[in-house]
């Protein structure tokens, strides 16, 4: 057997290596550099090393001379209409073409990503899959220290609450920080779980509890009700499984909330796992929403204005009453650079695929997630091997937080859906053999 590396998995290395090394590089440039420059060093490394990624996946494809990907020819048919209804629409109707071209290009981009993790699972299996999830738990537990250390020597003593929200080490704003954290943490929870795997379960622990200590201390309850939706489904999935999964999160949960109290936290902050609860205890559904439920009715109206083929990609921004408001209130009607804009979403995927496509390419759109997640709890339930579990609950939990947050519409959140359904998709030699028959 080959000893090497492959470089399809080289290739994934590099890129979920990046939470770790963008702390690093924020913690180094200090908190002088302006917010829209930070935006653009964690957006542009990701896009960057995914383009690395699928030289790599084409470099291994190469060497191996084997198919690596089949679809039927009814998904491509599917892909190929959503392609073409979205180009029209840049042409057509979008607001703002470079919007357009944005998420078309990162949405290409995870496309690709996936079809790589699809390759690497396919030919690599167990060699494949530990390293990579081992990268994930890793790269998200180095944001642990970066966190203690620009909240203990790097941030002036009496700084403001809004500094630690929108500087934290590695992406900035508490939501975009969290997703790296909450990946690590389910598949921690997943590797756990897989019940032939004992080795390093003690390293595995350790960092589940310093995970939940540093999710908890940026509050994000979008994050928490995902990981426990995720665990439910799998419970649902695999029934066996449920003392474990619940054990393994109560146990680690706990822990790391209490540890989480042991941070010092800003006068005034939102965040923090008391205030996670507290912002839960609102006089409206909307408040305690964050405002989600008043921007969801919007865009339910703004879908009635275009209902059969909708407004073309990444054109929120542009159509949200509220945002237009805001810009025009500051002097600010469009001189924010894309990348930024690109981050105004619904904070729902659902909604968000039926604004972009309409009825018509929506229910393609929808189809084809639909189709994707349902052959990944096939996969999952059929198997008796726990290699797919980390994917599975790790896909769940961001397309439960795809529901919530706009995770589809930040790189490495759109990276992360890829990788985790690219694995799930992939033909498992235990599976097939416990399928025949």
């Known amino acids: 057997m080959d000893k090497q590396k492959p ?22 440039l200090g908190l002088n550099i302006p917010y829209a420059v930070k935006l653009d060093l964690w957006t542009q490394p990701w896009i960057f090393a995914a383009w690395l990624l699928l030289f790599a996946f084409l470099v291994d494809v190469r060497r191996r001379k084997q198919p690596w990907l089949a679809l039927p020819p009814t998904d491509i048919a599917a892909m190929l209409v959503l392609l073409v209804l979205s180009l029209t629409l840049r042409q057509v109707y979008a607001a703002d073409t470079a919007l357009s071209d944005v998420q078309l290009s990162r949405t290409l981009l995870a496309l690709g990503v996936g079809v790589a993790a699809y390759y690497g ?6 060699r494949f899959a530990i390293p990579v999830y081992m990268a994930l738990v890793l790269s998200a537990l180095a944001l642990v220290p970066a966190l203690l250390i620009f909240i203990y020597i790097q941030a002036p003593a009496d700084a403001p609450a809004a500094l630690f929200k929108w500087n934290l080490p590695g992406f900035g704003a508490v939501r975009l920080f969290g997703m790296a954290l909450e990946v690590g943490i389910v598949v921690a929870l997943g590797l756990l779980v897989e019940r032939q795997r004992r080795k390093g379960a003690v390293v595995l622990w350790l960092a589940l509890v310093a995970l939940w200590a540093a999710l908890f201390w940026t509050g994000g309850r979008g994050a928490l009700i995902s990981i426990l939706g995720a665990a439910l489904v799998l419970s649902l999935v695999r029934p066996a499984l449920f003392k474990p999964i619940w054990g393994i999160l109560l146990v680690s949960g706990a822990a790391g909330a209490a540890l989480s109290l042991l941070i010092w ?15 839960s205890i609102k006089p409206s559904i909307d408040a305690v929403s964050s405002g989600r439920i008043e921007r969801w009715v919007d865009t339910i109206s703004l879908i009635a204005e275009r209902p059969w083929l909708g407004h073309g990609l990444g054109q929120f921004s542009n159509l949200w009453p509220k945002y237009l408001a805001f810009d025009q209130s500051h002097a600010l009607a469009h001189p924010h650079p894309t990348y930024f804009l690109a981050y105004r979403t619904v904070h729902n995927i659902v909604l968000e695929i039926l604004l972009a496509w309409g009825v018509i390419g929506g229910a393609l759109g929808l189809w084809l997630l639909a189709k994707g997640w ?10 008796r091997t726990g290699l797919g579990i980390p994917a599975f609950l790790g896909l769940n939990t961001l397309l439960i937080h795809s529901l919530l947050a706009g995770v589809y519409a930040v790189p490495h959140g759109l990276f992360y859906i890829a990788l985790f359904f690219g694995i799930c998709l992939a ?11």
């Open 7 to 28: 470089p399809v998995l080289i290739g994934f290395l590099v890129l979920l290596s990046l939470p770790a090394l963008l702390a690093g590089l924020s913690l180094a």
């Open 121 to 126: 699972m396919a030919h690599y299996h167990e």
């Open 265 to 279: 936290l800003p006068a005034g902050a939102s965040f923090g796992v008391i205030n996670m609860f507290t912002e």
């Open 374 to 383: 349902v052959k990944s709890l096939l996969g999952v339930r059929s198997t």
């Open 427 to 437: 033909p498992n030699p235990a599976q097939n053999e416990n399928t025949k028959g």
